[in-house]
DNA sequence: ATGCCTACTACAAGTAGA
């Protein structure tokens, strides 16, 4: 616990399926200004490398890399540390050509004139696989196999790890509105919800869900059929950290304020604080 | 309910998202 006059720095790392970063260059903007984490995952970027808008957020410090597709996909990685990437691409099927997955290490600052610390992240998003049964859904449970036995390998790495983005999963049934509606879903199934406990097995915390075991703490709410206003929404979107990581936690939530703002995603974003 | 909303792409009442 912080005891009185000990100053602490907060380092602020969050992830957002921001559903185009050229439609949502005003909200992300606004949302770095206001919440100042040192590294903002991004997913659904829906744009080329060439595209990206960058200047709006190098002019507020964030040095930004992202691996980028045209129209679909795209994922981000914006700090203000300094940042190294380290893969642009899922390993395990080299004919894989989505972007969907970009991992670096950051160099973050720490307390006093101590050196940085090494923090690997990765900024993913898991393909949506539905319906159930479909080419689709085969390419989602591949990618969350070889996710695995990917995350395993960077487990054995001794700097903390943070798996964060879209995983296009509801891991249980208090994740999703009305589960009811959405047993055969693939963000529901059973078969992708095995997946997703496997990944935590291996050594991950689904940090969200260790503090916030309620109901309801969702990530996402559909355009349609005014699913906000109805709370009709998802948690799909997850901060995963390694026992490391974990071990520098000090805080975590759901930032669900953007969604109710002017041209939203349809995501909002999910953020945790370290104690450096 | 083959709908509903939003973004993208490029003109198709198209696709994808979840």
Redesign the pocket.
């Known amino acids: 616990m912080q005891r009185p006059g000990t100053i602490v720095r907060r380092t602020r790392i969050a992830t957002w ?1 921001v ?6 260059t005003r909200v992300v903007t606004r949302w770095l200004e206001a919440e100042t984490p040192e590294v903002l995952l991004l ?2 970027t ?3 490398e060439e595209l990206f808008p960058r200047p709006e957020f190098e002019d507020l410090g964030y040095r930004i890399e992202t691996v980028g597709q ?4 795209g994922v981000a990685v914006m700090s203000r540390a300094a940042f190294t990437v380290e893969r642009r691409r899922l390993p395990g099927h080299p004919g894989d050509d989505e972007a969907r997955y970009i991992e670096g290490l950051v160099e973050l600052p720490t307390e006093g004139r101590r050196k940085p610390r090494e923090l690997r992240v990765v900024s993913l ?1 898991v ?2 696989g ?1 319906p159930a049964g479909s080419e ?1 859904f085969l390419y989602k449970i591949d990618w969350l196999k070889r996710l695995i036995d990917h995350a395993r390998q960077l487990l054995k790495e001794t700097e903390p790890l943070i798996l964060g983005g ?1 995983f ?1 999963v ?1 891991p249980t049934d208090a994740d999703v509105y009305d589960p009811s509606l959405f047993g055969n ?3 529901c199934h059973p078969e992708i919800r095995a997946r997703f406990r496997e990944l935590l097995t291996a050594g991950f915390t689904d940090v969200v869900a260790a503090h916030y075991p309620a109901p309801g703490n969702y990530t ?1 709410w ?4 005014r699913a906000w206003p109805k709370n009709h929404g ?1 948690r ?1 979107d997850h901060l995963l950290l390694s026992p490391r990581a974990l071990a520098l936690l000090a805080d975590c939530g759901i930032d669900k304020k953007p969604r109710g703002m002017q ?1 939203p995603s ?2 909002v974003p999910v953020w945790c604080d370290l104690r450096l």
Not at 19 to 24: D, M, Q
Not at 70 to 73: A, R
Not at 222 to 225: A, K, R
Request: charge should be negative; hydrophobic fraction near 20%.
């Open positions: 399926n559903n185009s970063i050229k439609a949502r997913q659904e829906k744009c080329s045209k129209g679909y996909n998003y393909p949506n539905n689709s879209d296009n509801a879903d693939a963000l996402f559909d355009y349609q059929d998802w799909i041209q349809d995501h």
